[in-house]
């Protein structure tokens, strides 16, 4: 297991929960990775959080059989995902009020079909949860042999906000 930075600002932390909250209602963030010739290769993605029952979680992902996004993962692993909830620009006080949170984990492909199907449903249904199940797998078998489903497995999460969130929070 590695030892992450704690991070430097303690009053601008947020909570486990706050985190795992951020990650349910957000629908896109950036996944970064180990990419070509040592550059950072970062992909915007939509994806679903999966909350485990042991306290830890996982984000789900669809993408193609191949390319940067799948020959980096291969290569290396080891991920972070920035998911951006708030980002309010207040000119007049030369500052944003932010609030973001950056899972750290490792990927994987989902290779058995059985739990990649589970995957692809609940993709699914987080983006498109008033379809029919009949809707819902006539969409799935149209790209079902091309499709690929991966998966981070969380093992850290690190929240932060602006520092006047907080204070409004307090009040």
């Known amino acids: 297991m590695t030892d992450f930075r704690p991070m430097r600002r303690k009053r601008q932390q947020l909570s486990a929960e706050a985190c795992a909250e951020i990650l349910q209602r957000n629908t896109a963030g950036t996944l970064a990775l180990l990419g070509d010739e040592g550059y950072p290769y970062a992909v915007p993605l939509s994806y679903v959080y999966v909350e485990d029952g042991d306290g830890t979680g996982r984000l789900i992902f669809h993408s193609a059989r191949s390319g940067h996004k799948i020959d980096a993962i291969l290569r290396e692993p080891k991920a ?26 490792h ?10 199907r589970t995957a692809i449903e609940l993709l699914a249904r987080r983006y498109a949860p008033e379809a029919t199940p009949e809707r819902e797998a006539e969409e799935i078998e149209k790209d079902w042999r091309i499709l690929t489903m991966l998966e981070m497995q969380i093992e850290h999460l690190s929240g932060k906000e602006a520092i006047e969130l907080v204070h409004a929070r307090q009040e």
């Open 80 to 105: 972070s995902f920035c998911v951006i909830d708030q980002d309010a620009i207040a000119p007049e006080e030369y500052t944003t009020y932010f609030r973001s949170v950056i899972a750290f984990g």
């Open 107 to 116: 990927m994987r492909v989902i290779d058995d079909e059985t739990e990649k």
